[in-house]
């Protein structure tokens, strides 16, 4: 019997300003029996109730570019996660997965950076409206295949991954 060490913490919550005293919802259809993966994404889907509610109480420009902050970071580390389990288990489908992973991350830092070029708040609004949306639309579509694709094939190894 190994073990396998990640060099990523294993990363269960999110130390922000405003995301403590609010509930984490996950949808439970999305919860795939991982617990550290099922964790993270209920981080995730935190920071989206943390972007929405924020947008829609007119908060300040810079609670939303605090939220906006923990979501890039936590992004970040929740996807290093899921690939060096991949690499640890040599996961077959790594190529398409990563490709998702990407296109995550590109949005994310892209709309960021908009968001810390422009003064405007309601242009700040928007911009934290639409990176709302988009992760709302990826968490949903790559849960429910991707990520499901590769909890299956990790729950399948002899060593609990
Ligand atoms: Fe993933």
Request: aromatic residues 10%.
């Amino acid at each position: 019997m190994y073990e396998v060490t990640l060099s990523i913490p294993f990363a269960t919550h999110y130390e922000g300003s405003t995301m403590i005293e609010n509930p984490i919802i996950m949808p439970e259809q999305f919860r795939l029996n991982h617990p550290a993966i099922d964790m993270q994404h209920e981080v995730l889907f935190a920071l989206y109730n943390e972007l929405k509610i924020s947008q829609e109480n007119q908060e300040q420009a810079f609670e939303l570019g605090d939220i906006f902050l923990g979501l890039n970071g936590y992004v970040a580390t929740h996807l290093l996660f899921e690939e060096e389990l991949m690499r640890a288990f040599h996961y077959p489908q790594v190529a398409d997965h990563l490709e998702g992973h990407r296109r995550l991350t590109e949005r994310v830092t892209l709309l960021h950076n908009r968001f810390k070029q422009v003064k405007d708040l309601q242009e700040k609004q928007r911009i934290a409206q639409d990176v709302a949306q988009f992760l709302w639309d990826w968490l949903v579509q790559h849960i429910a295949e991707i990520d499901r694709q590769l909890v299956k094939f990790l729950n399948e190894q002899p060593v609990s991954a």
